[in-house]
């Protein structure tokens, strides 16, 4: 089931629908998005809402990029310890 949740993002308030058990990572998810809006706008750089909520989003899929390339990264270190793990386990059997 659903809910209506206000999130609050550059003193602005938004109603959101989400599943109930949603609703504590939405509200950390909005919490996010206002922190990097307002270290944006302390930077004094970016001037206008919808700016800034662009430049907040770029950053933010910046970071998740880089984190699932960090993922794979570390996917495909677990599958070369697994085969080699293999390897190790065969080689202790035939001696």
Do not use: W
């Amino acid at each position: 089931m659903t809910e209506a949740v206000k999130v609050r993002i550059l003193d602005q308030d938004f109603t959101v629908a989400c599943p109930e058990d949603a609703k504590n990572e939405l509200l950390q998810s909005a919490d996010y998005v206002d922190r990097k809006m307002r270290e944006i706008r302390q930077g004094g750089n970016v001037v206008g809402t919808d700016r800034l909520a662009v430049m907040a989003a770029l950053n933010i899929a910046h970071e998740l990029l880089a984190a699932q390339a960090e993922n794979e990264e570390i996917a495909d270190v677990r599958d070369r310890l697994a085969r080699l793990d293999a390897r190790i386990a065969e080689a202790m059997e035939g001696s």
